[in-house]
């Protein structure tokens, strides 16, 4: 059972981002919506990533004009409102595999001419197009572990990997060669906030192919 306190200060964190949501697209982006691919594709349901947390994961981060962003599994773009509240200019994209809810992030990031949607599987994107790569866990393990296999298979220069709620998959990219771990550290109250019901964990990586 979850502690009610924990809910309470949940629901605190929730509310700061809905207002956070309306400010930068004009509606609310956090609403779960279950996915009709998990047994297809693998595909998890669209969860947004709290700000607060976001503020955490991607602490020091820095996009010069001629970095580009690639958000997998974006969801209704939190993750993409978020950079847009720190004023990146660089190119950012979020591919999402379910219509209903890519549509909602195509209707409000259409003004921002750095952003781009793509609607399809995340399998489909060249990843040579990116050099910082986030996921907020859009993918079951199994999947997951395909999905790296892709990238060690296609890339041909190096990329940041960022990888928000990493508990269940995370431990795929220990020791694998090419890959570095820059930090993992577990994330659950922020800011005199709980921001999830429950502990999280993210990591960040860097990928190096060998050539």
């Not at 950012?92 to 003004?111: L, Q, Y």
């Not at 060690?152 to 995370?170: A, C, K, N, P």
């Amino acid at each position: 059972m979850i502690n009610p306190f924990v809910l309470l200060s949940n629901k605190i964190s929730c509310a700061i981002d809905n207002m956070k949501d309306k400010k930068i697209s004009g509606q609310r982006l956090g609403v779960f919506v279950p996915t009709p691919y998990a047994e297809s594709h693998g595909a998890t349901g669209s969860q947004s990533a709290p700000y607060i947390g976001l503020g955490k994961v991607l602490k020091g981060l820095y996009l010069a004009r001629n970095d580009s962003f690639v958000d997998i599994g974006c969801g209704k773009g939190r993750v993409i409102a978020y950079l847009l509240s720190r004023g990146f200019q660089c190119s950012i994209t979020g591919i999402e595999i379910n219509p209903e809810v890519a549509s909602v992030a195509k209707d409000w990031t259409a003004n921002y001419n750095n952003v781009e949607i793509v609607e399809g599987d995340a399998f489909g994107l060249d990843y040579n197009d990116y050099n910082v790569l986030f996921m907020y866990r859009p993918m079951e393990t199994d999947t997951f572990k395909l999905f790296i296999n892709l990238l060690e298979m296609t890339l041909t220069h190096s990329i940041r990997l960022y990888y928000y709620v990493d508990g269940q998959s995370g431990y795929h990219l220990n020791d694998r060669p090419g890959w570095t771990l820059e930090k993992r550290h577990n994330i659950f109250f922020v800011k005199g906030l709980f921001i999830h019901r429950e502990p999280q964990r993210y990591s960040v990586w860097t990928y190096s192919p060998e050539i």
